[in-house]
Nanobody, 123 residues
């Protein structure tokens, strides 16, 4: 029911910033909690951030707290990930995901996934 398309990835230097966007198609975007996961080569996919359907609750992985901010604009059917103070260890493919329930998304992952966007942070 939900199609997700990420954009905004690219190559940046350490300390730089990048904003990822995830555009969702579907009539029920506002009923879904949204999140971002990432996967680096040779590593498991891991939660980065999640946001409830209203935006009232957020979750961040310890590794990105204070540097990344997740937000959403339900009028635009879009969720964002603002990434500041980027580090080489942030290099990964970033995936947008959607799930009805916020806590389940944050702890277990989403039901719908985008194709991913590559983020590369150089030293």
């Amino acid at each position: 029911q939900v199609q997700l398309v990420e954009s905004g990835g690219g190559l940046v230097q350490a300390g730089g910033s990048l904003r990822l966007s995830c555009a969702a198609s579907g009539r029920a975007f506002s009923t879904y909690a949204m999140g971002w996961f990432r996967q680096a080569p040779g590593k498991a996919r891991e939660i980065v951030a999640a946001i409830s359907r209203s935006g009232g609750s957020t979750y961040y992985a310890d590794s990105v707290k204070g540097r990344f901010t997740i937000s959403r604009d339900n009028a635009k059917n879009t969720v964002y990930l603002q990434m500041n103070s980027l580090k080489p260890e942030d290099t990964a493919v970033y995936y947008c995901t959607a799930r009805r329930e916020f806590l389940s998304l944050a702890t277990r992952g989403g039901d719908y996934w985008g194709q991913g966007t590559q983020v590369t942070v150089s030293s």
